[in-house]
Structures are given as C-alpha cells and as structure tokens.
C-alpha cells in the first residue's frame, strides 16, 4: 500500500542492519589495525592507508567487470563532482591510523566519540537536517562521558591527541559528503568510493615515498610472516567494508 518513494525508503529493520554492520566493521577494524601497529610495530601507516585503497579499487573494479555492480565510467566531469571528498577521503585515513598507532584503544575510542557531534553539526549546516532536542542531549551526553574520561588519562600523548581530533573532523567531513555526492543519477555510492580511492592513490604513494613511510614498510622484517601477511590483508578488505557501511 506504500506509494513508490515511501516504498524505496530504508525501514527500521535495514537502518538497524545498517548500523550494526558499521559498528562491527568499525570494532574490527581498529582491534586489527592496533595490532598491527603497536603489536608488530608496523612502521608505515601510510602504506597500510595505501594497501586499503587498492584493495578497494580491486574489489569495485572486479565486481563491475562482472556486472555485479554499475557506476559510470571515468570523465574529467568527475573529479569536479567529487571535490573536495578525495582530499577528506584520504585525510581520515592517514590520520585515523596514526592515532591508532598513538592511543591506547580505550582512550582512542573514547576521544573517537566527537565525531558525533561534528557530524550532527556538519549535517545540519551542509545537508540541512533537523534533529530532536532528545537526540541533541543523547549526543552531548555521549560527549561528556568521552570529556570525564580523557581527563583521567595518565598516559597523556599530545601527538596522539592532535591526529585523533584530526581524524574526527575528517571522518565527520567525509561522512556527510559522502552522503551528499551519492546522487544515484550521478556517480552513486560504488562510483564515490572507487573514484576516491583512485584519485588519492598516488598522491598517498608519493608522500610515502618522500616521506621514507615506503622504505620503512618494504624494510619491515615481518613480511614472512603470515599471520602478519594475513592481519595486513584483513585490515586492506575491512578498510574497504568500513567505507561501504
């Protein structure tokens, strides 16, 4: 009985999934990523960034030669419909992996937890989305308990503290453009994420490359080891899920 726009609308069920699917990925990712670069000392978040977005573009390049899925092939038209995503794209990697080399992970996802309100302010500015005042105070109280706790923090890492608010400005930037480039009708949600990681690729290997991030990975003396291999690919395919959740 719903008309076709009602009918196409998520419903609580799959907005459920949807958020649960996230936070999983979002768990994972950071327990697999802190293992690599506190537990085996990985000496090269930036190369891990750089691994996550070619695997990306393999797994989006592959499923569209296998009409799996659709986005529209490159025109230069692209790069100004995707401006400035590529740069926040590449911003929230970098820095959320140098923070979690940084933290301890209690304190980085206590600190992770600003991204809320970041997000709420940018969605009311940019998307101009209205939110309950019962919303509003959840998200601030959420706020308050990351402020209770980062104030008990002994071990106190300036650095840390700069990439991780870094990384929430950038992941909250990058979440509301991101739902604001995936018109259907222009690149959809497949097109957003494999011309972002295609556009920021190379300029990531060359800051890895001038910065020494490259030869510090190619030197890492962990190669031979699979459980590192293994732990390095599954951070490559959960940084791709994270993005497509």
């Given at each position: 009985?719903?008309?076709?726009?009602?009918?196409?609308?998520?419903?609580?069920?799959?907005?459920?999934?949807?958020?649960?699917?996230?936070?999983?990925?979002?768990?994972?990712?950071?327990?697999?990523?802190?293992?690599?670069?506190?537990?085996?000392?990985?000496?090269?978040?930036?190369?891990?960034?750089?691994?996550?977005?070619?695997?990306?573009?393999?797994?989006?390049?592959?499923?569209?030669?296998?009409?799996?899925?659709?986005?529209?092939?490159?025109?230069?038209?692209?790069?100004?419909?995707?401006?400035?995503?590529?740069?926040?794209?590449?911003?929230?990697?970098?820095?959320?992996?140098?923070?979690?080399?940084?933290?301890?992970?209690?304190?980085?996802?206590?600190?992770r937890k600003f991204t809320i309100p970041l997000t709420l302010l940018l969605e009311?500015?940019?998307?101009?989305?209205?939110?309950?005042?019962?919303?509003?105070?959840?998200?601030?109280?959420?706020?308050?308990?990351?402020?209770?706790?980062?104030?008990?923090?002994?071990?106190?890492?300036?650095?840390?503290?700069?990439?991780?608010?870094?990384?929430?400005?950038?992941?909250?930037?990058?979440?509301?453009?991101?739902?604001?480039?995936?018109?259907?009708?222009?690149?959809?949600?497949?097109?957003?994420?494999?011309?972002?990681?295609?556009?920021?690729?190379?300029?990531?290997?060359?800051?890895?490359?001038?910065?020494?991030?490259?030869?510090?990975a190619t030197e890492f003396n962990e190669w031979e080891n699979v459980l590192f291999?293994?732990?390095?690919?599954?951070?490559?395919?959960?940084?791709?899920?994270?993005?497509?959740?």
């Open positions: 009985d719903l008309d076709p726009a009602s009918a196409r609308l998520p419903s609580r069920l799959a907005k459920l999934l949807s958020a649960l699917f996230y936070g999983t990925c979002s768990f994972l990712i950071v327990l697999v990523n802190k293992a690599l670069l506190t537990t085996y000392r990985f000496p090269s978040p930036i190369f891990l960034g750089i691994g996550q977005m070619a695997v990306t573009i393999m797994i989006l390049y592959v499923s569209k030669l296998n009409k799996l899925i659709h986005f529209p092939d490159f025109d230069k038209k692209i790069p100004v419909k995707l401006f400035p995503l590529p740069l926040l794209y590449v911003g929230n990697h970098i820095s959320g992996l140098s923070s979690t080399s940084k933290l301890s992970l209690p304190m980085f996802t206590v600190l009311t500015i940019i998307l101009g989305k209205q939110y309950s005042l019962s919303i509003i105070v959840s998200v601030f109280t959420i706020v308050l308990g990351a402020f209770i706790a980062a104030g008990s923090d002994l071990a106190f890492n300036l650095e840390g503290y700069i990439f991780v608010f870094l990384n929430d400005i950038f992941t909250a930037a990058n979440g509301v453009y991101t739902k604001q480039k995936m018109d259907p009708k222009e690149l959809g949600k497949y097109g957003v994420l494999f011309y972002n990681a295609c556009f920021m690729i190379i300029p990531t290997l060359i800051i890895s490359v001038s910065t020494g991030d490259l030869q510090q291999i293994i732990q390095f690919l599954l951070s490559c395919f959960l940084g791709f899920l994270l993005m497509y959740s």
